[in-house]
């Protein structure tokens, strides 16, 4: 298994600032991925991130509004930049470790 | 594409009842099945799996069996407690290890 931690936990931003969240694994994986959980409602992977390599966005989300870092096989950072109040979601990190995916505490924004 | 549709919530139970929650899904291959569960402000936790046809996942008195000719996994459980009051998440993965979840199924158990 795969134990996930994420920075910060929670944050209110101001509409129109970016804000990076942190994701750090206890152990070297290959894939991580980013997840957005809107209020009540289920998840929507946002990106994929390897280790040396671009990161694959879905459908409906960009690198300029969501870049993320990949620097090693242990953290990742996701940015939500230009924040609007729509951006206001839980961001999960998750890690692939055979065919289970684990996922971090999530990082509850609010953009007021 | 792969899809997950689950019952729609939400469901409210008195302590001791039975529970099922529904799920379907499409898929052009095998994938594997999960049950994640969220519980009120804290991350997804993994509450079973089954990787193929007849699987059985179980864990905490929960079960859900992979029953490939009617595309469900649904989750049930004999007897609720009010600690399982929380999201519940139908998932499938497929060979490229793409996560596909459902809309997720609110549970409040009451005492």
């Known amino acids: 298994s795969a134990v996930i931690s994420q920075k910060p936990s929670r944050d209110i931003c101001q509409r129109g600032t970016s804000l990076t969240i942190q994701c750090q694994v206890d152990s070297q994986v290959t894939m991580m991925f980013w997840y957005r959980q809107q209020p009540g409602q289920s998840l929507t992977l946002i990106a994929t991130?390897?280790?040396?390599?671009?990161?694959?966005?879905e459908s409906g989300f960009v690198i300029d509004k969501f870049p993320i870092s990949r620097p090693n096989l242990t953290f990742s950072t996701l940015t939500v930049s230009n924040m609007s109040p729509e951006d206001s979601s839980i961001y999960l990190c998750?890690?692939?470790?055979?065919?289970?995916?684990?996922f971090g505490p999530g990082t509850r924004l609010t953009v007021t | 594409g792969d899809s997950v549709t689950q019952m729609e919530g939400p469901v409210t139970l008195s302590e001791e009842a039975f529970l099922t929650i529904n799920c379907t899904y499409t898929?052009?291959?095998?994938?594997?099945l999960f049950w994640y569960v969220q519980y009120p402000g804290e991350g997804l936790q993994l509450l079973l799996k089954a990787t193929k046809a007849d699987d059985k996942g179980s864990n905490k008195g929960f079960e859900a069996t992979y029953r490939k000719e009617t595309t469900s996994f649904h989750l049930e459980k004999g007897s609720v407690q009010v600690s399982d009051s929380a999201v519940y998440f139908c998932a499938l993965s497929d060979y490229n290890n793409d996560m596909r979840f459902g809309a997720g199924t609110r549970l409040t158990v009451k005492p």
């Open positions: 998750s890690v692939q470790d055979l065919y289970e995916q684990y």
């Open positions: 898929a052009t291959g095998y994938p594997s």
């Open positions: 991130a390897n280790q040396g390599s671009e990161a694959t966005y």
